[in-house]
């Protein structure tokens, strides 16, 4: 099994920035990729942010290329989503994944985290 542990989020202003990590535990040797998610409220969860873990591959949703950016360090399995120039419509609770590096990118993960909430204020 695969542990996720999400901390970050918070409230913050339009065009502000808050920061996300996310620590994998256990087993990490399953997964070849780890990313973001997220649900806005009425909405379906939709793909965010993706790193592949070994080469440092990574693929953005449309609505924050530019604006996200998707790191990880491999020593501490832990995967971070710095986000700038928020918007209201970031607003959303947040979900760590992990697992195919290929799924994720489709739409779809096989380890989620317990989500993080992200509100930000116009």
């Known amino acids: 099994q695969l542990q996720l542990v999400e901390s970050g989020g918070g409230a913050v202003q339009a065009g502000g920035s808050l920061r996300l990590s996310c620590a994998a535990s256990?087993?990490?040797?399953?997964?070849?990729?780890m990313g973001w998610f997220r649900r806005a409220p009425g909405k379906e969860r939709v793909f965010v942010a993706a790193i592949n873990w070994s080469g440092g591959i990574t693929d953005y949703a449309d609505s924050v290329k530019g604006r996200f950016v998707i790191s990880r360090d491999n020593a501490k399995n832990t995967v971070y989503l710095q986000m700038n120039s928020l918007k209201p419509e970031d607003t959303a609770v947040y979900y760590c994944?992990?697992?195919?590096?290929?799924?994720?990118?489709?739409?779809?993960?096989?380890?989620w985290g317990q989500g993080t909430q992200v509100t930000v204020s116009s």
């Open positions: 256990g087993r990490t040797s399953s997964i070849s990729g």
């Open positions: 994944a992990a697992g195919l590096y290929t799924r994720m990118v489709g739409g779809a993960s096989d380890y």
